[in-house]
């Protein structure tokens, strides 16, 4: 389950929606990341881009993924602004057993870090500004830029 | 025609283009001085799938995507 | 935040208190875990046993590692019977980055499966049967016991 | 007098025993039949602090605990 949507995430309801979802599915193990805004550098809040074609495909890779251990992946975010202490992403995993949903839940936020296709903007004095220092190039990149 | 589209933080309108792979739309790009700095960093992505070599061909009607360098949650 | 109650714990709720306790807390990243009972082998719950004082002190010594990271813990968990598909057991980690959170959760689940005093029994046919393949002794056991 | 606690699974009630250290109590414990099985996988608390020596002193009012295998979750 992929859900996408304007503004902040209600994070509790969310919780337990999933929870409610999954409550006669047998999961022994289920674990939640949830990403919140924090102030600093004086923003007043991060405001998102998403290219979702491209996060599907990538969501239904891990999905798949999962699936061959017997689990179940669940993400949610945010799309345009989320003010400070808003929260912006939830990701979880239900599993049979607690290592398989304790390793996919690592490998599946890093990999989002490093793979979604989301852009993260800092809300400052009013402006929108690329987090260009905090972000990473996708694995590949580079392919049209001039041979060094 | 191939519609080339430049995603996030790059400030730039679709391009549609006559090209028939990826070398020739890298050629193309380098001379934007404006998209230099991005060209070095970002992904690319034909008709929604990530590609990694310039030799991939290009047909009529392909999506070209250009992805910065990303920071979700 | 150490939380003990006779019987299954309310997982939306508790996760939505802890929500709230930290949300303005500046944390970036919220993780936990909940275990569920699974039916398997023909169990009707588990039930719990807790050695309460110990496990106080187990406890305060993972919060103040936590502490020492900018992190918090917080922790819940069952006494006495909890039945299929309700849940027992929820951990979370509050942290202001995500490396933290995630390496937290999964050490702090560990070792609480390999050190907190509680002891597990399955419930099958109106028996309360202590669950000794799934235990596991605690580190510096076996003292007592006949020397080898 | 030392008070020695079972606890968890160890269907066994307290004892209240004149001994001066572990060693003692591994002595008259191992008498017990019932009990051998558990003492190999038992850890040992002092007044509610896990201790792993059998040189470890006990005193007048002293709390042991005897801590089968654990599973929480």
Same mark, same amino acid.
């Given at each position: ?7 902040? &995430?209600? /994070? ?33 809040? &991060? ?52 290592? /398989? ?21 800092? &809300? ?19 392919? &049209?830029?001039?041979?060094? | ?73």
């Amino acid at each position: 389950m992929l859900y996408l949507q304007d503004g902040s &995430l209600d /994070v509790p309801k969310i919780l337990k929606e999933w929870h409610e979802e999954e409550a006669t599915s047998n999961y022994g193990a289920f674990i939640s990341f949830v990403g919140t805004v924090r102030s600093e550098d004086g923003i007043d809040g &991060l405001s998102f881009d998403i290219y979702e074609p491209i996060l599907q495909s990538w969501f239904a890779l891990w999905q798949q993924k999962a699936k061959e251990r017997g689990a179940v992946i669940k993400m949610a975010h945010s799309r345009g602004d989320v003010m400070l202490h808003a929260s912006s992403y939830i990701a979880a995993v239900f599993s049979p057993k607690r290592r /398989v949903a304790l390793e996919f839940i690592d490998a599946f936020v890093e990999d989002f870090k490093a793979s979604a296709p989301i852009w993260k903007y800092d &809300l400052k004095d009013g402006k929108r500004v690329y987090a260009k220092e905090r972000s990473t190039a996708i694995n590949g990149s580079g392919i &049209l830029g001039e041979k060094q | 025609m191939v519609r080339v589209e430049f995603l996030g933080p790059i400030q730039k309108d679709a391009l549609a283009l006559e090209i028939t792979n990826l070398n020739e739309l890298a050629t193309i790009l380098q001379k934007d001085e404006a998209l230099k700095e991005w060209l070095a960093t970002c992904a690319v992505a034909v008709n929604d799938t990530i590609v990694t070599s310039l030799e991939y061909e290009l047909k009529d009607g392909d999506k070209v995507s250009l992805l910065p360098p990303v920071c979700g949650g």
